[in-house]
């Protein structure tokens, strides 16, 4: 099977604007979840979408925004991007997100927020 | 409230010595415990997980309840050894998310 995929895998933003970036999960997962990864911080969690239903969401600003269609592609959009944004953003897909569900890792969009 | 704690940003062993990954974790309920490993230009993948109990690359993980870790150990450190680690954490059941550690950063010196 393929794996997750994610584009675009390069950004340059300026201050103010806004960004989409969108994941293509393994076919036949239906659960998508977003993640920030920056050096001091780690993985932190954005959202997880199922079934087209955003169904945890972690503790970002609103400015933080995504979607899930009903072939489960996803997408994240931020708005009024901020220096802070910038960071490696990870999409990982599994089949349900059940307990003990491994999650596929895509390859990320790396932002850069000028 | 859920957290998982890696206390080492960086840990250096040389080839051949014993490595031990440190986490702990605090969870209300009884979670999923997993290490997923980024090597240098690659993504995020999967290690082990501790429901399967089973032993990748020669790492093991023990979930202790009673001091809430799950270290990660292996004998022997390999040069392949050197990349990434995180612990992460899940709820049982469906659609509960997951929750990493900053990760901790293993150079094998040869």
């Known amino acids: 099977k393929a794996g997750v995929t994610q584009t675009p895998r390069y950004l340059i933003k300026t201050r103010g604007q806004q960004v989409t970036l969108s994941c293509s999960p393994i076919s036949g997962h239906r659960s998508v979840s977003w993640y920030q990864q920056t050096p001091g911080q780690g993985l932190q969690f954005l959202f997880e979408?199922?079934?087209?239903?955003?169904?945890n969401k972690g503790n970002f600003p609103g400015r933080f925004s995504g979607r899930q269609f009903s072939n489960s592609r996803s997408e994240m959009n931020v708005s009024t991007l901020e220096l802070g944004d910038s960071a490696l953003y990870l999409c990982?897909?599994?089949?349900?997100?059940?307990?003990?569900?491994?999650?596929?890792f895509g390859p990320g969009t790396r932002l850069t927020v000028l | 409230a859920q957290r998982v704690t890696q206390p080492e940003k960086l840990l250096s062993v040389f080839k051949g010595a014993p490595v031990e990954l440190k986490c702990n974790y605090s969870y209300s309920g009884s979670p999923e415990l997993f290490w997923y490993v980024q090597y240098s230009r690659q993504r995020l993948q999967l290690l082990l997980r501790?429901?399967s109990r089973e032993s990748i690359k020669g790492f093991t993980a023990d979930l202790n309840k009673g001091e809430t870790s799950f270290h990660l150990k292996k004998p022997f450190a390999q040069e392949e050894d050197s990349a990434m680690y995180y612990c992460a954490l899940s709820g049982r059941g469906t659609g509960n998310q997951f929750y990493f550690g900053t990760g901790t950063s293993l150079t094998v010196i040869p």
């Open positions: 990982a897909s599994s089949l349900y997100l059940a307990g003990g569900d491994t999650q596929y």
């Open positions: 979408y199922f079934s087209e239903t955003q169904r």
């Open positions: 501790h429901i």
